[in-house]
């Protein structure tokens, strides 16, 4: 599109005219992958820098290096596909551009830590893949937010404050988009995205090919992976076919002063994961609540230490940890902690995950990254479409941190006996 008076020549797919055209305090755009919108909101946030004079815009993301590989490297091909950069200052310590003509300050930073999102006020925002923010983050960015709110996502996860807090607002519109709408993308673009499009043998030797994501035969997966093809093929949310833990629930806390249950997963390049468990036997189903006390990678055992009583936990507290390292369980042991190797064995794993099934999977809301892994956590497959009785070691963290603690922790209940009735008696 052609802006003459701002001397911009800005060619851009149909969702940058609507972003432009949004009237709503907060617009959302979901999908699929490479549908150009993170390119289309870069270009609109391009425009109204030089349309409004000494405004800040706010562009975020949960962390920096995704800040820059993301949002941030959209941006920059976006001022050089207009021929623009010489109109902004770049200050590469601070993450701003500066529109020389209208002095539009363009910033990014990550949501790294709470206080972040408490900063000064904006004129605008971007939250870029805003499904990694907690809601907190969220109220705490749009309360500071003037003007209009731009979000972006794909919805890869099956429950999530965006679906319930945001998309219901009454002042919010949500575009949804794929990569169908994307004019731009080359036929190796479209083939690398298309290698997820399930195809099925039907019983009758033909085949199936699910574009719409629908399918719901007898017929046996060729190739493709519809969990994959719906979230980033299509834009739509859902749980895979092999996804462990289908359904998650809040949870408002855990009861303080109750004897603490503790699971431990070691890591370093992967988090090192603490999760504190309370199990409650209600009618109907009982319910296992999670509190995410760290999540964090590049922990030593000496990091570590020194963090549990940061994080509450006293030296009586009952940890099981991951007894394939005991190294660290004997340096917190000698540190005074009551610490031990979880119960391992052959069918222990697929013996945790059955008894974690068999209950409510409560999360707090400050439990996040161990709520998305356990969205995330699925079974293996087949080449073949076979599901098979062994979870992917991927992003498995938070799972086995809670698996560890909660497999002596959970009951296993047994159908009550049955009694004979006790003779009646007739008067």
Known sequence: METKQLDLDIEGSELLETTLNNTEKVLIHKGGSSSSKTVSIAQAHIIWSFQEFGKTYSIVRKTLPALRR??????????????????????????????RQTGTVIEFFAIDNA?????????????????????????????????????????????????????????????????????????????????????????????????????????????G???????????KRGAASETIYKVLYDSAGLTPGRQRKLGLDFGFNHATVLSDLEYRDMP???????????????????????????VGVSKRDEIEADGARPEMIEAIKRAGYNIKAADKGPGSVKEGIDKLKAVKLCFTKRSKKSRDQFQMYRWKKTSSGDILDEPIKHEDDAPDSVRYGATSLIKTRTAPRRRSAQPSIVR
């Not at 959209?74 to 551009?97: H, Y």
């Not at 992976?225 to 834009?235: E, H, I, K, Q, T």
Request: proline letters at 5%; glycine letters at 6%; charged letters at 25%.
């Open 115 to 223: 206080q972040k999102a408490r900063g000064p006020r904006r004129d605008r925002l971007w939250c870029n893949e805003g499904n990694e923010l907690d809601l907190e983050d969220w109220r705490q960015l749009t309360m500071r937010t003037r003007g209009r709110i731009v979000l972006d996502y794909n919805p890869s996860m099956l429950q999530h404050w965006i679906y319930t807090d945001v998309e219901t607002r009454s002042d919010c519109q949500v575009i949804h988009s794929t990569y169908q709408d994307n004019p731009f993308l080359t036929p190796d673009n479209i083939r690398e995205i298309e290698v997820d499009l399930p195809v099925y043998a039907l019983p009758d030797g033909s085949t199936y090919t699910d574009w719409a994501g629908t399918y719901e035969g007898k017929g046996t997966l060729l190739s």
């Open 225 to 235: 992976d519809p969990f994959r093809w719906a979230v980033f093929g299509l834009g």
């Open 284 to 310: 109907g189903k009982a319910e296992l609540h999670i509190d995410e006390l760290i999540h964090q990678s590049y922990l030593t055992s000496d990091d570590l230490i020194r963090m549990l009583p940061e």
């Open 70 to 99: 993301g949002a941030l490297k959209d941006f920059k091909m976006a001022l050089a596909l207009a021929g623009c950069e010489d109109w902004f200052v770049e200050n590469k310590s601070d993450l701003t551009f500066t529109n």
